[in-house]
Nanobody, 131 residues
Framework: QVQLVESGGGLVQAGGSLRLSCVAS????????????MGWFRQAPGKEREFVAA????????YYADSLKGRFTISRDNAKNTVYLQMNSLKPEDTAVYYC????????????????????WGQGTQVTVSS
């Protein structure tokens, strides 16, 4: 199994920054991490969950939602089993619950922007941006 624990959410004024963290643990993660990818998704009230960013285990490849590119940066520290999401120039429309997720990339799949392909999810962390 895998446990994903997000932190770093909170209330911030528009234009501010936050850095979210997601710590991964568990036997499955320890065994299969090298072939996996980690992603961030978000879900605002009344809206569907949407892709934010993803990163391969090596960190060599990153993927972003087009609308967020340039403001958000995903990174990871494998020594700490942690993935980060640096969010700058935050806007009220960034208000949502942010989730990290692990995609084991089974059967040689490539990194996906679709939530249905992700195998494990954290509990989410609330980000609220005030105007």
């Amino acid at each position: 199994q895998v446990q994903l624990v997000e932190s770093g959410g909170g209330l911030v004024q528009a234009g501010g920054s936050l850095r979210l963290s997601c710590v991964a643990s568990g036997r499955t993660f320890n065994n299969d991490a090298r072939g996996s990818a980690m992603g961030w998704f978000r879900q605002a009230p009344g809206k569907e969950r949407e892709f934010v960013a993803a990163i391969t285990w090596s960190g060599a490849s990153t993927y972003y939602a087009d609308s967020l590119k340039g403001r958000f940066t995903i990174s990871r520290d494998n020594a700490k089993n942690t993935v980060y999401l640096q969010m700058n120039s935050l806007k009220p429309e960034d208000t949502a619950v942010y989730y990290c997720a692990l995609d084991l990339l089974r059967l040689g799949r490539i990194v996906s922007r679709e939530s249905r392909f992700y195998d494990y999810w954290g509990q989410g962390t609330q980000v609220t941006v005030s105007s």
